[in-house]
């Protein structure tokens, strides 16, 4: 309660700017429709994709409005219909009203949108509300045709109907009817671009490049082919057209993969073919040269581990499959037994070592990618004290994955024999093993434990020596691995430094030490003089055995001898 409380209390300084710019310089009335709706929707939902919050917030908003405005609609007992028509048209917030009214049915389309998912049944009230929210855009369009509103807002209204109307088209999958839809609403935003200054053309910019998916999608559906490149291409960006279209654009790629892979039968690696008959299989390995292409076309570290996730998604969902198949046919897991006995592994089985080895591979591949990104944040200066930035930490938990990864590449069935991948996996294995100890050998030094970061550091030059020494026989192997020259000179000036390090303890002091002239300079003395340290005390109570206490002989109730006498004077109760 008190979190809707705070909402709505928010919601009424939101752009208080626009309702209050009731007129302009000449007298006209003028809205700010794209920069209102964008406003709102970022901050009141639509920022998490959660529809029914602004649908909310958008009800609140319109009573307020009426309320304001005086516009009511009948009284608590019954209910009067009642339009914003062009001669009650006085103030801007009329057309804001209505606008607020297609924002609404809209968002509630888009809630509708994502519970059809689970839900097909709901889809038949989608369209019913998105037809409502482009009947309202209309009415909007309608009532700034008034000479008393701006031609600003004319051509923004205009844009406005134009996109609702191409989401109901595009909905009803009429791609063509909805492509003239959004053309007619990319054009007005393109000129509206051009008349203002960079700053304020900013925003109809970003609304071209959100439609222009939606284009390619009905273009391709009405038969251009040449559009699928484009949709790859838009792919890439971090949104991707974003909802409703994102789910479009994925679904196209699949089924453009599909028709693909009909034709494809077979697959080769490592000098064996296997024939795939999965077609889940079929559409994953079509695919996966152009998701390799789009990681590395991908412009930003955000793009390419959402790619990289992707990917990852559905090469599980093939090998599940793929699983399931060898887990049902009896005949294969028959051939299987056979194959176990000669040394071969059956069809079925390859492919899913081989769909294994991308999964893994994949995975290596992402985590050095992460590992990259924190190693550039880590040598980058600490500007923010109260922030916590990267550490090596991070890092070394990343090569734990690469090399947990690399551990099951080697176990993977049908290679146990293949002895030029097995040592490809062990020289691979080495050099992330390289960098997870010199990463290791960082955290000791952060916490100034010399004498460990330097056997790391020694061990990791162990390591790399290895690698160089193994390379020679596997030069296509270290292509896509870290370059562990670099690696080399970066230990070895952390070496100087470590041992520079113990000096500092006798900066304020100069001393010619005739040994740091030799051959073998002593720069530390090994081991370490000992020094006194505070302890904890022990406390012996010593004086207690010589204390003389006094005698307590009076303080002792002496126990009389009363006999039978007593007894009866007691019971009596004399002598008491």
């Not at 705070?6 to 752009?15: G, L, R, T």
């Not at 200054?197 to 609304?207: D, F």
């Not at 030799?518 to 006194?532: E, G, I, M, R």
Request: aromatic share 8%; glycine share 6%; hydrophobic share 35%.
């Amino acid at each position: 309660m008190l979190k809707m409380a705070a909402e709505q209390q928010n919601e009424v300084k939101i752009p208080q700017m626009e309702e209050n710019k009731k007129n302009s310089i000449d007298g006209s009335l003028g809205l700010e429709i794209l920069q209102i709706i964008k406003d709102s929707q970022q901050q009141h939902g639509l920022r998490h994709g959660d529809y029914q919050r602004y649908r909310g917030y958008c009800s609140r908003r319109l009573r307020r409005l009426r309320k304001t405005l005086g516009f009511k609609m009948g009284n608590r007992h019954k209910f009067t219909g009642k339009k914003v028509t062009v001669e009650l048209l006085s103030d801007n917030r009329h057309l804001l009203l209505v606008l607020m009214e297609a924002e609404r049915a809209w968002s509630y389309a888009m809630q509708l949108k994502q519970e059809a998912n689970t839900e097909p049944r709901k889809r038949f009230h989608l369209l019913a509300r998105l037809r409502k929210a482009a009947k309202h855009g209309e009415q909007l369009e309608k009532l700034c045709e008034s000479p008393r509103v701006d031609a600003k807002t004319k051509l923004e209204a205009q844009a406005y109907t134009a996109y609702l109307n191409g989401m109901v088209q595009f909905e009803l999958q009429e791609w063509k009817s909805a492509m003239e839809a959004f053309n007619k609403c990319k054009t007005i935003y393109e000129k509206l671009a051009s008349a203002f200054t960079e700053e304020q053309a900013v925003l109809y910019h970003q609304r071209v490049e959100e439609i222009s998916p939606n284009i390619r999608y009905c273009a391709y559906n009405i038969g251009d082919q040449n559009a699928i490149n484009d949709l790859m291409q838009m792919r890439l960006s971090a949104g991707g057209g974003g909802g409703m279209m994102a789910e479009k654009l994925e679904a196209l790629i699949t089924q453009t993969r599909a028709k693909q892979a009909a034709v494809m039968s077979e697959v080769e690696w490592r000098g064996r073919t296997v024939p795939v008959r999965i077609d889940k299989a079929r559409i994953f390995l079509l695919g996966l040269a152009d998701n390799e292409a789009a990681i590395i076309q991908a412009d930003n570290e955000e793009t390419k581990e959402r790619l990289y996730e992707s990917l990852l998604a559905e090469c599980r969902d093939t090998i599940q499959a793929v699983r399931e198949e060898l887990r049902t046919d009896v005949k294969q897991r028959e051939r299987a037994a056979e194959g176990a006995d000669s040394g071969k592994v059956s069809n079925l089985q390859y492919l899913h070592s081989y769909l294994t080895y991308i999964k893994l591979w994949t995975v290596v591949r992402r985590n050095e990618s992460m590992a990259h990104a924190l190693q550039a944040k880590l040598k980058e200066p600490q500007t923010d004290e109260n922030k916590r930035g990267p550490r090596p930490q991070d890092l070394i938990r990343l090569y734990d994955i690469i090399l947990q990864s690399l551990a099951e590449l080697s176990s993977l069935q049908g290679l146990e024999e293949d002895h030029t991948f097995q040592k490809e996996v062990a020289l691979k294995t080495l050099v992330y093993k390289a960098y997870r100890c010199f990463y290791i050998a960082q955290s000791y030094v952060l916490v100034k434990k010399w004498s460990e970061a330097l056997v790391l550091y020694e061990r990791v030059l162990k390591y790399t020596r290895e690698v160089q020494s193994k390379a020679k026989s596997f030069n296509n192997s270290l292509k896509d691995l870290p370059d562990v020259q670099e690696l080399i000179a970066e230990v070895s000036a952390e070496k100087y430094s470590l041992q520079a390090a113990p000096l500092s303890d006798r900066l304020d002091h100069f001393r010619l030490d005739p040994t740091l002239l030799s051959k073998q300079p002593n720069l530390v003395q090994f081991p370490p003089d000992f020094q006194p340290i505070p302890c904890k005390p022990l406390f012996f109570d010593l004086a207690l055995n010589h204390v003389a206490f006094p005698p307590l002989d009076d303080k002792v109730e002496q126990k009389g001898k009363g006999g039978i006498t007593g007894y009866f004077r007691g019971f009596f109760g004399f002598g008491s």
